[in-house]
């Protein structure tokens, strides 16, 4: 999602058109004061959010309840010379389920620090998930969002396009794995199996209708949330169309 206030309104006919009991999303770029509160409270749902700037920025809505928000995760690293926490973690109980809205770290170039960053951001986050299902293996959590790896071949449109390129890297991929075995479960891809399932676009170079995509969008999920998907697909057609957000919605449907 780019700017939330630009696409509200697309936001809104979405909610209308998927009936999603929860939504997370990332890439406000506006602060707390600018958020469009009005398109989920008049439909019903709950909403936290947090933006600092015209960057970043995370929310979820819920109509399921919404409780227990916490911004950011413990030991999640800064960037930059103050070491400032960015917008990138926002996570609440939704109907019994600990749900994350994430956007890692883009990484930029293999030799930029916002690299070495997004590691250390994905490492923090491995490590909390991992404490989180030691404490308690029957716990249900799913971390939704923007994570910028792709961590298979067939998850970008040509391999070859990537040559030393972020995103496709092996220590991001080794970064990716070590969250599924902490213990998540890439929930969407066992009924959105590739090649060609894409969940996002770049706006330039007519990569949309070339059908040129990245899946780097994920709802990673622990076993005993897993266990309870029933289907899923990528919502390509919201990716299409005047102000549409070179991101397409991953929607899972669980059970109980």
Request: charged fraction near 30%; hydrophobic fraction near 40%.
């Amino acid at each position: 999602m780019n700017s939330i206030r630009a696409r509200a309104e697309r936001i809104g006919a979405w909610l209308d058109r998927s009936d999603a009991d929860v939504l997370a999303i990332q890439e406000l770029k506006c602060r707390d004061d600018q958020f469009p509160a009005q398109v989920f409270s008049e439909r019903g749902y709950e909403v936290a959010f947090h933006g600092l700037n015209q960057w970043n920025g995370v929310a979820i809505a819920s109509r399921v309840g919404l409780a227990d928000v916490e911004i950011g995760f413990p030991d999640v690293p800064g960037f930059g010379d103050q070491d400032d926490v960015e917008a990138r973690a926002i996570s609440a109980d939704c109907g019994g389920v600990r749900v994350h809205s994430l956007y890692v770290p883009n990484g930029r170039e293999l030799d930029h620090p916002h690299y070495t960053y997004k590691l250390a951001w994905l490492e923090a986050l491995r490590a909390e998930v991992s404490r989180t299902l030691a404490a308690d293996a029957g716990t249900r959590l799913v971390l939704c969002g923007d994570f910028n790896v792709a961590p298979e071949d067939d998850d970008v449109w040509d391999m070859a396009e990537f040559d030393g390129a972020t995103h496709v890297s092996e220590p991001e991929r080794t970064a990716f794995a070590a969250l599924l075995d902490a213990g998540l479960t890439d929930v969407a891809r066992p009924f959105t199996p590739g090649p060609g399932v894409y969940t996002f676009w770049d706006y330039q170079k007519l990569r949309f209708p070339k059908k040129q995509g990245m899946r780097i969008d994920f709802q990673l999920a622990s076993p005993a949330l897993a266990e309870r998907a029933e289907d899923a697909f990528v919502d390509r057609e919201e990716r299409k169309g005047k102000g549409a957000s070179d991101h397409a919605p991953v929607v899972v449907d669980y059970s109980g």
